[in-house]
């Protein structure tokens, strides 16, 4: 009963800590890459609200990343800790059996692997899916934290526009040129594609309307160079259906777990991501997803090795222990880029696992029983 306690309050310790580290390393990251996201309101128009929602959905993948390297920190201090503190050593002399604290932590890792798994496959892909949806509303997209003064903003698509001067929604002296039909309403041949450009001394934005005053269209085709000029005292146009340069749809890894499992069935034509072409970025994607979290028992089993006795301390302290699970991540995470173009590579990330696994459990029986023989 009171062994019960003990290991309650271990499994307690370990993942209060585990959390603290995670949420700690993932909130400085995630201000990071918050930073970086800033061009979606300066260069691509969109509002404060979506900036936000942007970065704070993005925060599931990097709670993700940092899952293995927590766990790993979390281990070896806690049981660094209890050594130190001779805790382990009152549950041995109690007659605990090393062995037994080796499947309290294989069954924590277990419980890391869960919650990685539950973030992997679900969380992560469905939040990110969600972030790129954010961004491919036109409602959301403005054009006027685009443009600055006396320089060229092309960040929307086929679309150019200088101005001399900008005060709050007001604009002066301003340029515009269109090569992609943005504005084909202002075409004079409406079955042939025209270049336009359009100049005015002063103008307003207001949401998805820019007024201008006091200028002119000039409208040419690619078939001959003449060009046709208009000119207007004032003038609406429609910017709601411009277009920015973000990426709209949603790439492989902002993409349902499931959407994915489905190329490796014969009706999969509806997948874009099924093609041969892409195979190179679908295997390592599952891989980092379903078969990573399986690496965090290893790093358990090899922190267990801190149990042995202190004569075999130079060879299993801390340090190295660390070093050594962290090599094991390290080529976790080198080795998953190319096991999509390797099918050996691909083999040998989702064996090592399944073998290391049941080999380090019994080299570590091996060592405890050992010791009590040696006694």
Known sequence: ????????????EIYKNFF????SFSIIAWVVKAVNYLDLIVENGYSIFTYLSYSFLGLTSIITKFIPLSFLIVIVHFISKQIEEKEFTILWSAGVKKITLVNLFLLISIAALLFYL??????TPYSLNKSRNLLSKKSTVSIMPTI???QFSDNFKGLTIIVDDKIKNEIKNIFIFDESENFKHL???KKKKELINIISENGIIEENQMILINGQIISSNFDNLENRVVKFNQMNIDLSNLENTVIKKPKIQETSTFDLLKCFNKDFSKNVFCS??????LVPTLNRRITLPFYIPIISLICCFLFLQSSNRKIYNNFIIFILSFIILLFAELIIRY???????NYLFIIVP???VPILYIILNFKFKSEVLLK
């Open 1 to 12: 009963m009171l062994q019960n306690k003990i290991y309650q309050n271990y499994f307690k």
């Open 20 to 23: 603290v580290v995670l949420f």
């Open 118 to 123: 539950i973030f992997s496959l679900f969380i």
């Open 148 to 150: 600055k003064k006396n």
């Open 187 to 189: 075409n004079s041949n």
């Open 276 to 281: 041969k072409k892409d195979v190179g970025e």
């Open 339 to 345: 096991t999509g173009l390797n099918k050996n590579l």
């Open 354 to 356: 399944l073998a290391l």
